[in-house]
């Protein structure tokens, strides 16, 4: 994976996952992390077809969670589709950083597919039981969904690009 498209990748899951908030502004919000993504994909000198595909979903997505940014309001059916098209956005996209890693760092490969499916098992139970309201179980999640971003961050701060040494941004 190239130097460019891998700093965009982990720029992109830092502001997906990352929430900083200054009163209500979240100064890390979650449409630069979509817009990241769709960088790491324009940056490659060949796109794969399923990358060509999800360029319109991230566009999409960004513009979405933008919208959420700027105004407070709630659609639960547009909450319901924007949660299942990022979830396989964000599925897809770890899978093709996988197969241009797999070759060259295999172990990478293997430990970004854990984290890829922990992630979207976690961000699926985190949309269907939060309405619940259940403290004990919310907590639980919230544990496992840190864990889960922490070792995706640090898998993916231990990609190296092609033709150069580890390199986290």
């Not at 992390?33 to 490659?44: D, E, K, R, T």
């Not at 796109?47 to 709630?74: G, M, N, V, Y």
Request: one cysteine or more; a neutral charge; proline letters at 2%.
């Amino acid at each position: 994976m190239e130097r460019r498209a891998l700093t965009f990748v982990k720029l992109g899951i830092l502001f997906l996952f990352l929430d900083f908030h200054v009163g209500r502004v979240n100064l890390l919000p979650t449409f630069v992390g979509m817009l990241f993504l769709n960088a790491a994909i324009a940056s490659h000198d060949v796109q794969t077809e399923t990358e060509k595909r999800l360029k319109p979903l991230l566009l999409a997505l960004a513009a979405d969670h933008f919208l959420h940014w700027i105004f407070s309001f709630e659609n639960s059916l547009e909450s319901l589709l924007s949660s299942v098209i990022s979830v396989y956005v964000l599925f897809m996209f770890m899978g093709e950083v996988i197969k241009r890693i797999r070759e060259n760092q295999r172990e990478r490969a293997l430990q970004l597919n854990f984290a890829r499916m922990g992630t979207v098992i976690l961000l699926t139970m985190n949309f269907l039981l939060a309405a619940y309201d259940n403290s004990m179980v919310n907590g639980v999640l919230v544990t496992f969904s840190l864990m889960m971003m922490l070792f995706l961050m640090v898998t993916v701060c231990q990609i190296r690009p092609e033709g150069g040494d580890l390199f986290c941004s």
